[in-house]
């Protein structure tokens, strides 16, 4: 089930939010449990008893590891916590990539297995192994199993994050507040996720499949949709996050944020402290830290920035041209560490460039099906392969898409939120609240919903993770 669809806006959401706010204190996770697991059911039904056999096992490891924490016996139970969240996340997602990558080598055929790969397990098993590890650096274990499990479980970030880890949440778990203000702020920040989801990702989606499916392709057109590629993916995940962001205001959680406008950062460094937060800071927190991080010599550090780039590009999927785009930022991480980063700072119009077409360049390759498609785009954007600079087909669509693609490029920006304050006017503040929020907010909706009755275009590109 998407957020951005009729059945959770107006059937699934309205019905639990009733529920939930019915339901006495202590009652409340439990219906957020019970919500999340027919959530997940909804799209996944055989799949829900893996997460609760994934939940049950860092149940129970999680207390044993608190109970001879100190001793060998609680590092024991930590390793093998780990290793089987990642061995059920290996086998689902990795299997068939292993196999076939195996079958290339050896000239066999062994028979792929052909998984199904459950929608959330990336994001699941991260936040499992993070509290196992966290309650092994001290964090207290959780005693309830309903609490525990209405944390993974928990709908508006099962799917694709923001990764929530337990110390971040652990208090509000057992008590958090509710309030109008709070839950406003929730309403807005979903509606307005929904609005970049709905009203603009999906178009920048469906103007990438145009491209795709075109006969009638040239350097314009590659260049075009680079463009529309780079928005899409923002919009897209940037908005699933808003929109999970906001329904835990709803239920009273604060969970953190995951973007903050990557796409004015100045070098690749900064990009990634703006872009899919959580996801880099866990690495950072969980893998880089843990193998020494920069506090070693030269050799090991460039092996320990290799290894964590290589695992999150592999995070994202099973297949190699995923792997080269996590290698690709450490090979300009890197760059900018022992080198360039110092001349960007210099020039901070020149830097903005730089990480504009290095990203751009980069989902490209995170978009491609393989390396081979991935590379033949690169080519095609400096012309190679004989195409004309430009077709009649991308003209029509650069016009058709332009007012789109103006409105797509300033809103990944801070300028409408500069523009509101400059007004005097600060989202959330009550004159915006009363003359313009309201209805502005309720514009969105109509229109997003008005888009979903419509059947159009409507895919989320983070459900493979």
């Not at 939930?20 to 409340?28: N, S, V």
């Not at 920069?294 to 995070?315: A, E």
């Not at 903005?352 to 390759?365: A, D, K, N």
Request: charged share 15%; hydrophobic share 55%.
């Amino acid at each position: 089930m998407l957020f951005s669809s009729l059945s959770f806006l107006y059937y699934f959401l309205p019905c639990v939010l009733i529920i939930y706010f019915l339901a006495p204190k202590k009652l409340k996770n439990s219906v957020l449990l019970l919500s999340s697991l027919f959530f997940y059911a909804w799209g996944e039904p055989k799949y829900v008893l893996l997460m609760l056999l994934a939940i049950l096992c860092g149940y129970l490891f999680a207390l044993l590891i608190e109970r001879y924490r100190g001793r060998r016996l609680s590092r024991l139970f930590l390793i093998l916590s780990v290793s089987l969240s990642a061995a059920i996340l290996g086998f689902f997602k990795y299997a068939d990539f292993f196999i076939q990558n195996f079958n290339a080598v050896t000239s066999l055929s062994l028979p792929l297995l052909r998984i199904a790969l459950p929608i959330g397990i990336s994001f699941y098993t991260f936040q499992l192994i993070s509290y196992t590890v966290d309650v092994y650096r001290g964090v207290p274990a959780q005693r309830s199993f309903i609490d525990l499990a209405a944390y993974i479980s928990l709908f508006p970030q099962l799917i694709a994050g923001p990764i929530v880890r337990y110390s971040q949440i652990a208090e509000q778990l057992s008590s958090r507040r509710h309030s109008l203000d709070k839950a406003a702020l929730g309403i807005r920040r979903f509606i307005l996720g929904l609005g970049k989801k709905v009203l603009i990702a999906n178009a920048m989606g469906q103007l990438c499949q145009i491209f795709r499916a075109s006969q009638d392709k040239s350097v314009l057109f590659f260049w075009l949709y680079a463009i529309a590629n780079m928005l899409h993916i923002y919009f897209d995940f940037s908005g699933y996050s808003d929109m999970a962001i906001g329904l835990g205001k709803l239920f009273g959680f604060d969970f953190p944020e995951n973007f903050n406008y990557p796409y004015i950062s100045r070098s690749v460094t900064e990009f990634w402290r703006r872009w899919h937060i959580s996801l880099g800071s866990w690495f950072r927190d969980y893998v880089y830290i843990p193998m020494g991080g920069n506090r070693v010599s030269r050799p090991r550090w460039l092996l320990n920035l290799l290894t964590v780039w290589l695992l999150t590009g592999f995070w994202h999927g099973a297949a190699w041209n995923f792997i080269v785009w996590g290698l690709f930022f450490a090979v300009f991480l890197i760059l900018e560490k022992l080198w360039l980063l110092k001349h960007l700072e210099k020039a901070p119009v020149l830097g903005r460039v730089y990480v504009l077409f290095t990203v751009m360049l980069s989902f490209i390759i995170f978009s491609a099906e393989n390396m081979g498609q991935a590379l033949s785009s690169l080519s095609s954007l400096f012309g190679a392969g004989g195409l004309p600079l430009l077709s009649a087909e991308c003209l029509y669509y650069l016009k058709s898409y332009a007012v789109l693609l103006l409105i797509a490029v300033v809103g990944a920006t801070p300028l409408p939120r500069l523009l509101l304050q400059r007004l005097g006017i600060r989202p959330g503040g009550e004159k915006l609240r009363n003359l313009l929020e309201v209805p502005a907010l309720l514009l969105i909706l109509a229109l997003s919903t008005a888009y979903l009755v419509d059947g159009s275009f409507n895919p989320f590109l983070y459900f493979r993770f």
